[in-house]
C-alpha cells in the first residue's frame, strides 16, 4: 500500500472526514533535502471534519500529526495541513 493510500485511508477512519484532499507535492521537492526518488515525501491534506468543532489550529494539526504518527517517523519529510470544521466552509 503506498503512502497516499495509507494517510487517506488512516484519515478517514480516525476523523469520518466530509471531505479529504491527499496531494503527492514530492515532485515539487526534488533535489532538496528529504526527497526521495519515485516520491512519497511531501504531501498535502485537506480535511473537513466534525472532529474538528472547537479545537485550534494547532490542535488540529497536532490530532493529524497523532494519526498519522508511524508515518511522520518513517516515510513522510514534509505535511502541509489544511484542517476545517464544516461550517468554516
Known amino acids: 500500500m503506498s ?11 480516525a476523523l ?4 479529504i484532499e491527499v496531494i503527492d507535492e514530492s ?3 526534488a ?3 528529504g ?5 512519497e515525501s511531501h504531501f498535502a491534506i485537506s480535511v473537513t471534519s466534525e472532529q ?3 479545537l485550534s489550529r ?8 497523532t494519526i498519522l504518527d508511524f508515518e511522520m517517523k518513517s516515510g ?11 461550517e468554516e466552509k
Open 3 to 13: 503512502i497516499y493510500q495509507i494517510i487517506t485511508q488512516k484519515v478517514q477512519k
Open 16 to 19: 469520518n472526514p466530509s471531505e
Open 27 to 29: 515532485h515539487l521537492h
Open 31 to 33: 533535489g532538496h533535502s
Open 35 to 39: 526527497a526521495r526518488e519515485g516520491g
Open 52 to 54: 474538528f468543532s472547537g
Open 58 to 65: 494547532l490542535q488540529r494539526h497536532k490530532l493529524i500529526y
Open 76 to 86: 513522510i519529510h514534509a505535511l502541509r495541513i489544511s484542517a476545517k470544521a464544516p
